[in-house]
């Protein structure tokens, strides 16, 4: 019997969703964590582990001589030493897609958390601030109208286009950066530092490379106007945490949406987390449950996929 291992299926599956369907292809262990030194012991007998975040390297790789395929409980496969699998003719499998709609809103959601300052008016109404009011209107912090405004993406990928559909409904117009440009009708090319001096909103929507970790630095910070903002719920490496964190606390620009960061979860000493006008959540764009259900659906077609011999979404 095939025997399959879901090495941290807590943050795919909290409870509400089913593992059934997988248990169809073999016999299923599930963890909800599993920590660096587990892996091999957990993983030692199992011919197909399916992992988020959970890595496998070479010398991981090297001690599961019985494993013939990683399915990636998400898009990103940067947890897998995919050389070292391929030399193994271990197929790894990824989820392309599943969180478009979700991460696209919650970008959203964020920039206007931003300019709308919705938490902040609310915990005030709670604390009794309006009752004491002599006003019928007050604001504890400027608002600012998004029609009008710019929006840069940087990657023109499935999510930075949903996000730049929903920015345009709002009003506002738009630009992108692209490593290779892609024709489109509603959104010109333009290179990063004339992006980042152009925008009032910059979001992030690029895979994480080589070439591009931590390229949002103090220089490009430097181009941005005062009013402007950045979002990122792409990457936290792409940022320079510090320069970001310096540039907020002076002023430079007016704030940052993130949903991720360069260590997950964070150290209590990263900047971002004391920065003025800085607005974190916990890398949850994507969870909500049509995402993660999406999510399931597609790993179980990738192992059906593979064990039928026609493997699909594969990444290498």
Known sequence: MTKIVVTDGYTLNPGDLSWKPVEQFGEVTVYDRTQPQEIIDRCRDAQI???????????????????????????????????????????????????????????????LELTNQVGKHAASVAAGEWTKSPDFSYQKAPLTELAGKTMGIVGWGNIGQQTARIAQALGM?????????????????????????KSDVVSLHCPLTPDNTGFVNAELIARMKPSAYIINTARG????????????????????????????????????????????????????????????????????????GVPVNKVI
């Open 237 to 308: 490496p792409l940022i320079n945490e510090q320069d970001l964190a310096d540039a907020l606390n002076t002023g430079r620009i007016a704030g940052a949406g993130l949903d991720v960061l360069s260590a997950e979860p964070p150290s209590a000493q990263n900047p971002l987390l004391s920065a003025k006008n800085c607005i974190i959540t916990p890398h949850n764009a994507w969870v909500s449950k049509e995402a993660r259900q999406r999510v399931m659906d597609i790993t179980i077609n990738n192992i059906a996929a593979f064990l039928n």
């Open 49 to 111: 582990v399916l992992t988020n975040k959970v890595p496998f390297n070479e010398a991981t790789l090297a001690e599961l001589p019985q494993l013939k395929m990683i399915a990636v409980t998400a898009t990103g496969y940067n947890i897998i030493d995919v050389q070292a699998a391929t030399k193994k003719n271990i197929i790894v499998c990824n989820v392309p897609a599943y969180g478009v709609a979700s991460v696209a809103q919650h970008t959203i959601a964020l920039l």
């Open 173 to 197: 117009e738009l630009c992108y950066h692209n490593p290779r440009k892609k024709e489109n009708a509603f959104a010109p090319w333009l290179p990063l530092p004339e992006l980042f001096a």
